[in-house]
């Protein structure tokens, strides 16, 4: 399959050089390379501009309400394990109204693949601050600043102990397309955080690692089993100095590759997994890729295992057996 | 000693929250109505677990009506009070007759007890006014209760605990009823517990012999079994219990999963619990994080292909109102169940109330008309939740079935149907022959019922939105003209519905001078109340409503044919309000009651004898 074969009769309608073009496109590409055909698919969104996305998709798509697309992906996947179920949602719709459906989808690790536009701002609202919005953002609603403390979409996933984290930058289409791809791989809530910029209302959000040039520098894609080096010239890496991550040249102060971390995306245990999503710059690189992957039986599996071991053991498999073995007398 | 031969009888059980009240009285009804007793049942708790012990507030009862001929009601006024303490007794003094029996345990009206209960003087029953020709029986039975299990080895606490099997082997004496079938009645009841029911069987005896040898100057009752009813196999059943098997009938008939989504709430909660014991037959649910999520993952599993449905009670209908408006633009088929409850906000959790009506009716932004369905007994439960699916699933919409904690907790007699017999349900599956033609505006163009086609059926591939539609490619649209076709189409698809419901039946006196119009629950208490009246040679009839929205085709004939029209209902005047909305120039006179507690017949008699002089 083709990307081609993903694309609805739709005219995408995001702004020009909105960053969620290049995400639909990302999706597409990706979904083709998975191969699940378009009537086994299935794409959930909440409300905003990104959630118009099921709308550019040929798969099967609904476009619900405001911050309720956790909960509806829950009961799709939940009533049907086969179908994959992806979830489209803004830092809005996520984060502020749909908050407790994300935590408890992730909780419950329900087999969903979540793409969360993250551009800081409400979009189709036309501009106010969201909840992942720095602390003093000017906005229509915050004309004086935010005073506010964002979340951190990746702190969030781990406190509600996710079992999949990755992020990836609008105009990095490979690592784009490389964390869906492992999303759909992974047992269970698998968030893909995308740094999207808005150029209507908040242009440049996330400008330190737009451009191509201090990109290198500044980001690091993570790959499970590969050691953590990054830079323009491929020398700088992640070393443990303490509790802490700290980035070293190698070749400097007697570094050799040998001493920069390998990166383990399945650990159990989330620890460093958090160290390394929470690095911000200009001291640290900001990283991108997948950071956790810990595969553990999904919501929807167990929920239907459940169900078949009852159903193997009772003899009540029907209505009437139900009636036929409940206390009963003839009159 | 002498038997009274009764057609029947209203019994009153009643103690603290923790003295067993709710299992002795459901243990007493089943018991009867394996005897071939029609039974009405009643339970009245405290929404405190464990109310302070002895005090007004943790008052626990159960009420049950057992005839042999048709019993409509749980019963106005007890013939048999239980009361285990002087605050049970208390409760309940005004719910008893003058010429009725009171059996209490004298081991409990002591000093203390007595002060805890708010009495002045050390006569509870002068105090509180009974007469003379109440016939009291004192049972120690905590002292008798002990000495019964005296050899059983148990600690003290489970052997008082066990005072509640005493006092029923006392009203099995005072019944009549054979204490083989009470024993063997247990038995099952016990099945796995060996050593708790050789104890209760133990203490039930010795209640019983200990009536038998009292030697008492009391009458006994024996109520003969009931002739109505038809041959069958029966059970006795609660509401919720009742609404889940509805459920499970439904979605096996139409051949789909069975979904549950939904969050805690008295007193819907047991519905989610009974499914979510129903592995068995196959149902899913899902305990969300609230009832948004719940109805969400309905909305899901229905889009999804289940029959879905959601249940919850007034404040949890609140929050789910901007999701059935999803449904019903979406137009996904999902039955919302609500097991109302007194309101607004929390306001009496265990108590009963029709006050959710409109919010039902009216409660979405935009124009949003749905289908509303109200069951009027704990048994028809399940034939209304049935039906509700059968609507959801052959329109393709939304549908609130309506219950309340009375149809909840109360049970009636159940006459056990076979799948075979239940009406077929054809959910409106997209056909073949729109495949890769299909989007999700498509109709029928007759009845204005969307096409459902699911995820995995290929070649039906479509988007659903809570969005507006164009009306033939099924796209996101604004056009005014279309938005107006839109509404149209979705309100003549709920009209339409019509077609598929029976007329409304007048019972009673078809030329009667009051025609009594009621909906939902109180169905009992109406029909009691006109039976009686008409008993005395009164004209009046009653009309009542399951079918809520649309209302059946024969509603605004029916209710012009009659002179006077008075609509009761536990709310002050939803139902009036809404037929007056759909029946131009109508007068209706109107009953309400918003007191937490259902209608009684006596009550009701006194108002449809002076609407009848007016
Ligand atoms: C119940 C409800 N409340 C509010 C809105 C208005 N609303 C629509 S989208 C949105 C915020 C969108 O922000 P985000 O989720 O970040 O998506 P973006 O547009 O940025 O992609 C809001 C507040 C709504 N549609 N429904
Ligand atoms: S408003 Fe912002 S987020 Fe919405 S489409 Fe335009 S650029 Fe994209
Ligand atoms: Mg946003």
């Not at chain 1, 960053?19 to 998975?34: F, P, R, W, Y």
């Not at chain 2, 302070?52 to 048709?70: A, C, D, E, M, R």
């Amino acid at each position: 399959m083709i990307a081609q074969d993903f694309k609805s009769d739709q005219y995408v309608k995001f702004c020009p050089g909105c960053g969620d073009h290049a995400i639909v496109n990302s999706l597409q590409k990706a979904m083709a390379e998975i191969g699940v055909p378009t009537h086994q698919t299935v794409v959930i969104s909440g409300i905003g501009c990104s959630s118009r996305i099921p709308h550019y998709l040929s798969t099967y798509g609904f476009n619900t309400i405001h911050g309720r697309g956790a909960a509806i992906a829950t009961g799709v996947k939940t009533a049907n394990p086969e179908l994959m179920v992806w979830q489209i949602t803004g830092d809005g719709d996520c984060l502020a109204i749909g908050g407790n459906h994300f935590i408890h989808s992730l909780r419950r690790n329900i087999d969903l693949n979540i793409i969360l536009f993250n551009n800081q701002i409400y979009g189709l609202t036309k501009g106010q601050y969201s909840p992942t919005s720095k602390l003093g953002f000017v906005s229509k609603s915050s004309p004086y600043g935010t005073v506010e403390r964002p979340f951190r979409p990746a702190e969030l996933t781990f406190g509600a102990r996710g079992t999949f984290f990755s992020r990836t930058l609008d105009v990095d289409l490979k690592t784009s397309q490389a964390c869906m791809i492992a999303a759909v791989k992974h047992k269970g809530a698998a968030v893909v955080e995308c740094l999207v910029n808005c150029v209507i209302f908040n242009n440049g959000a996330h400008g330190w690692i737009a451009d191509r040039e201090s990109r290198a520098d500044r980001t690091i894609v993570l790959e499970h089993g590969k050691p953590m080096i990054f830079g323009a010239n491929n020398d700088k890496g992640l070393v443990l100095d303490g509790w802490n991550l700290k980035v070293v040249k190698i070749g400097e102060n007697g570094i050799t590759e040998k001493d920069i971390l390998v990166h383990d995306a399945k650990c159990e245990d989330n620890t460093l997994q958090q160290k390394l999503a929470m690095m911000e710059g200009p001291d640290m690189p900001i990283a991108l890729g997948v950071i956790r992957d810990f595969d553990m039986e999904t919501y929807d599996a167990a929920v239907n295992r459940q169900i078949s071991e009852v159903r193997a053991k009772s003899k009540i498999k029907t209505f009437d057996d139900l009636v036929n073995n409940c206390e009963k007398w003839e009159i | 000693m002498n038997v009274t031969e009764l057609d029947n009888v209203v019994v009153r059980f009643s103690g603290d929250s923790g003295d067993g009240m709710q299992l002795t009285g459901t243990l007493f009804s089943n018991l009867s109505a394996i005897l071939g007793n029609e039974i009405s049942t009643f339970p009245d708790f405290p929404a405190e677990i464990r109310a302070p012990q002895g005090t007004l507030g943790g008052v626990s009862g159960f009420q049950v009506h057992l005839g042999s001929s048709k019993v409509y009601t749980p019963g106005d006024i007890a013939d048999v009070l239980v009361a285990m303490n002087p605050a049970a007794l208390k409760v309940n003094a005004k719910g008893v007759k003058k010429t009725g029996i009171v059996v209490i345990d004298t081991d409990s009206f002591g000093e203390k007890d007595l002060e805890k209960a708010g009495y002045k003087t050390d006569n509870p029953f002068e105090e509180l006014g009974f007469s003379e020709v109440t016939q009291i029986i004192p049972v120690p039975l905590t002292t008798l209760t002990k000495a019964s299990l005296a050899d059983f080895g148990m600690d003290n606490k489970a052997v008082v605990r066990s005072k509640n099997m005493f006092a029923l082997g006392v009203v099995c004496w005072l019944f009549n009823r054979p204490i083989d079938k009470a024993i063997h009645f247990l038995e099952n009841k016990f099945i796995k517990k060996p050593d708790l029911l050789k104890a209760n069987v133990k203490v039930l005896t010795d209640g019983y012999n200990y009536g038998n040898n009292l030697h008492l100057n009391i009458t006994t009752f024996r109520i003969e079994k009931s002739s109505n009813l038809p041959k069958g196999t029966y059970t006795s059943i609660d509401g919720n219990k009742a609404t889940a098997w509805g459920l499970i009938a439904a979605a096996e008939k139409a051949g789909l999963k069975l979904f549950l989504g939904s969050y805690p709430i008295t007193p819907a909660s047991d519905i989610m619990q009974e499914l979510a014991s129903r592995k068995d037959v196959g149902v899913i649910t899902v305990q969300a994080e609230d009832e948004i999520a719940g109805i969400c993952t309905a909305i899901g599993a229905s889009f999804a292909g289940c029959l879905a449905a959601t249940s919850t009670s007034g404040p949890g209908l609140s929050l789910k109102s901007e999701a059935i408006g999803l449904a019903t633009m979406a137009e996904l088929p999902l039955v919302v169940i609500d097991v109302q409850r007194g309101g607004p906000s929390t306001g009496m959790p265990t108590k009963t109330e029709q006050t959710d009506l409109s919010q039902a009716l009216y409660g979405r932004s935009g124009e949003s008309p749905i289908v509303v369905v109200a069951a009027s007994s704990p048994a028809d439960c399940f034939y209304y939740a049935y039906m509700a699916s059968k609507l959801a699933l052959e329109h393709i919409t939304p549908v609130i079935f309506m219950s309340d904690t009375f149809l909840a907790n109360g049970s009636s007699l159940w006459k056990l149907p076979k799948l075979a017999e239940l009406p077929d349900i054809k959910p409106f599956k997209a056909p073949d022959s729109l495949k890769n033609n299909y989007n999700v505006a498509k109709r029928d163009a007759a009845t204005q019922i969307r096409y459902w086609a699911v995820p995995g059926m290929e070649g039906f591939e479509h988007r659903n939105m809570g969005l507006e539609r164009d009306a033939e490619k099924g796209n996101i649209s604004t056009d005014p003209q279309n938005h107006q076709k839109m509404v149209a189409a979705r309100a003549a698809k709920i009209d339409n519905v019509v077609a598929c419901i029976p007329d409304v039946v007048v019972e009673g006196a078809q030329d009667a001078d009051l025609l009594v119009v009621g909906w939902g629950s109180t169905k009992g208490h109406l029909m009691g109340a006109i039976q009686r009246m008409n008993s005395k040679g009164h004209k009046v009839a009653l009309a009542h409503f399951n079918y809520i929205n649309p209302l059946p085709k024969n509603t605004a004939e029916t209710l012009r044919k009659y002179k006077k029209v008075v609509v009761c209902e536990l709310n002050t005047g939803h139902f009036a309000a809404f037929l007056r909305s759909k029946i131009e120039g109508i007068h209706l006179e109107q009953y309400n009651k918003v007191a937490g507690q259902p209608f009684n017949v006596t009550e009701l008699e006194t108002v449809f004898t002076a609407l009848l002089e007016k």
